[in-house]
């Protein structure tokens, strides 16, 4: 039996927790420190916050580095002390300089939770949502220079319901890329496993999600906005402004297409299990909501509680 395998594990988002905790408790590793985003400030107070993969590290009780920037001499001196075999990075948040790529014996891995060469980029959960795709996965990749262009050690594909969230479907490629590194190591470090250049079609990019992004547009379809409302569960949210003299914003989590016409916008129902709205084509049913600074509700509490009336504005 062979020395462990000296590995540095690079991340930040709760993504990536599971792959920790997963390579942790991987005979013949010894992640010798974790790489994640510095503190930053956080709630009504601004107060410095950790990451959700430094509070694991730290209950893990694994060495922590927080460098500003990975191409910072004295951050590259630091990793290069760690004399690593491997780095896996997954939800890091930076991109990795040349020197840092090339550092590792075996090389480095990122877990991306796309079907690469789709959606490459800050945002693959969502836009698989947002594009209606009937499955996506989780790609494992070995890092080149450029953004998700690395080639292909393996993929886990994965069904998406057809009431799925970015929530749901987060917790659920974090589990799926966890179970694929895991799966796929052996192979990988032995050389049975032969990573191969990304397919040269299919490419696209998915942009990073913006707060206004999450403002419902009601001359789109019912559908899109459905899966709209979908994606942006739970950030940023889908909202739209409630009509004068409320003129406060509305978040919905929760809605239904329904086979009912009107112009875009307006309140064609104010009954029964929530507000229901025209979109271009047909309508939604919202279902769960939360009016600004309130508490998240059916859309019947808060019918009874801020009673809309048909004919009425929404997003006006």
Same mark, same amino acid.
């Given at each position: 039996?062979?020395?462990?395998?000296?590995?540095?594990?690079?991340?930040?988002?709760?993504?990536?927790?599971?792959?920790?905790?997963?390579?942790?408790?991987?005979?013949?590793?010894?992640?010798?420190?974790?790489?994640?985003?510095?503190?930053?400030?956080?709630?009504?107070?601004?107060?410095?916050?950790?990451?959700?993969?430094?509070?694991?590290?730290?209950?893990?009780?694994?060495?922590?580095?927080?460098? #500003?920037?990975?191409?910072?001499?004295?951050?590259?001196?630091?990793?290069?002390?760690?004399?690593?075999?491997?780095?896996?990075?997954?939800?890091?948040?930076?991109?990795?300089?040349?020197?840092?790529?090339?550092?590792?014996?075996?090389?480095?891995?990122?877990?991306?939770?796309?079907?690469?060469?789709?959606?490459?980029?800050?945002?693959?959960?969502?836009?698989?949502?947002?594009?209606?795709?009937?499955?996506?996965? #989780?790609?494992?990749?070995?890092?080149?220079?450029?953004?998700?262009?690395?080639?292909?050690?393996?993929? #886990?594909?994965?069904?998406?319901?057809?009431?799925?969230?970015?929530?749901?479907?987060?917790?659920?490629?974090?589990?799926?890329?966890?179970?694929?590194?895991?799966?796929?190591?052996?192979?990988?470090?032995?050389?049975?496993?032969?990573?191969?250049?990304?397919?040269?079609?299919?490419?696209?990019?998915?942009?990073?999600?913006?707060?206004?992004?999450?403002?419902?547009?009601?001359?789109?379809?019912?559908?899109?906005?459905?899966?709209?409302?979908?994606?942006?569960?739970?950030?940023?949210?889908?909202?739209?402004?409630?009509? #004068?003299?409320?003129?406060?914003?509305?978040?919905?989590?929760?809605?239904?297409?329904?086979?009912?016409?009107?112009?875009?916008?307006?309140?064609?129902?104010?009954?029964?299990?929530?507000?229901?709205?025209?979109?271009?084509?047909?309508?939604?049913?919202?279902?769960?909501?939360?009016?600004?600074?309130?508490?998240?509700?059916?859309?019947?509490?808060?019918?009874?509680?801020?009673?809309?009336?048909?004919?009425?504005?929404?997003?006006?």
């Amino acid at each position: 039996m062979g020395e462990p395998l000296r590995v540095v594990f690079m991340g930040s988002a709760e993504l990536a927790c599971a792959s920790l905790e997963a390579l942790v408790a991987c005979d013949g590793m010894n992640v010798v420190a974790v790489v994640t985003q510095p503190d930053k400030p956080a709630g009504r107070k601004l107060q410095p916050q950790p990451s959700p993969v430094k509070r694991l590290a730290t209950k893990l009780g694994l060495p922590v580095l927080q460098p #500003v920037s990975l191409r910072d001499p004295q951050a590259f001196a630091q990793l290069q002390a760690l004399a690593p075999e491997l780095v896996v990075v997954a939800a890091y948040g930076q991109i990795l300089p040349a020197a840092v790529l090339n550092l590792p014996l075996h090389g480095c891995l990122n877990i991306h939770t796309s079907l690469l060469p789709k959606y490459r980029g800050a945002a693959p959960i969502q836009s698989a949502l947002l594009n209606g795709d009937a499955e996506t996965g #989780v790609t494992l990749m070995k890092m080149d220079a450029g953004l998700d262009t690395g080639d292909i050690v393996a993929t #886990v594909a994965t069904p998406l319901a057809p009431d799925e969230t970015a929530q749901t479907l987060h917790d659920r490629l974090a589990q799926l890329g966890a179970q694929l590194l895991l799966a796929s190591l052996p192979d990988f470090l032995s050389g049975k496993i032969r990573p191969q250049p990304q397919p040269a079609t299919g490419a696209s990019y998915a942009a990073k999600i913006k707060k206004e992004d999450g403002r419902i547009d009601w001359s789109q379809s019912a559908h899109v906005l459905d899966r709209r409302i979908r994606a942006f569960t739970p950030w940023p949210g889908a909202f739209t402004d409630l009509p #004068v003299p409320t003129q406060r914003l509305l978040k919905v989590r929760t809605a239904a297409v329904v086979d009912a016409f009107g112009e875009p916008g307006r309140v064609l129902d104010a009954e029964g299990a929530g507000p229901l709205v025209a979109c271009s084509e047909q309508a939604l049913r919202l279902l769960w909501v939360q009016r600004e600074g309130g508490q998240w509700m059916s859309g019947a509490e808060f019918l009874r509680g801020c009673p809309l009336q048909v004919g009425q504005q929404l997003g006006a």
